[in-house]
């Protein structure tokens, strides 16, 4: 598994430019990432720990993979939580997308496009806790895709279609840090 000085280096050479909520949510993840004992165990909740998204763009680059998640009910990239076996920050967003939506990614490094600090609502036996979430972007080789379980509609969305799927605003942010980034 990767270490969180491995992630550290990450976080610190994001640059979120004036996305203001991108740069706090840096702060609050070094600072995680600096100051607590595990922040890469999905056990550790106070105050959070290390999540992996991504940001998958389609082959031209004009729409990203949105799922509606299974538990909170809304549209979300797809992502989850740090396993031992994840050798990079990115593989885990990598293996997440892939295991929820069965989407075929480019064998690309995913750069980090977003970090995004949120609130996870309690449930069998876990409090209420954050999410430290390191957003990395992804292109597809195809835009076939699988639902799943935790996915069971999944869509790809144009920025037009942002507001119709109420992405909340750090998707919104991302996708449009994405577009500037180099994603092959």
């Known amino acids: 598994m ?49 999540t992996g998204s991504a940001l998958i763009l389609n082959p031209a680059g004009d729409r990203i993979l949105v799922m509606h998640h299974h538990r909170h009910q809304r549209w979300l990239l797809p992502g989850g939580h740090v396993e031992e076996f994840d050798e990079t920050p990115d593989a885990t967003a990598r293996r997440e997308a892939i295991e929820e939506t069965g989407v075929m990614l480019a064998d690309n490094i995913g750069p980090l496009a977003g970090i995004d600090v949120h609130g996870i609502p309690g449930r069998k036996g876990e409090p209420y806790h954050l999410h430290h979430d390191l957003v990395f972007a992804f292109r597809a080789v195809s835009e076939e895709f699988t639902c799943s379980e935790e996915a069971p509609r999944i869509a790809w969305c144009a920025p037009s279609e942002f507001d119709r799927f109420a992405l909340p605003p750090n998707i919104v942010r991302t996708a449009e840090r994405a577009r500037s980034l180099t994603i092959s």
């Open 2 to 50: 990767f270490s969180a000085a491995d992630a550290l280096k990450l976080v610190d050479a994001f640059e979120p430019a004036d996305d203001g909520l991108a740069a706090k949510s840096k702060d609050l993840t070094a600072l995680l990432l600096r100051c607590t004992g595990a922040p890469l165990s999905r056990a550790q909740f106070a105050p959070g720990h290390i």
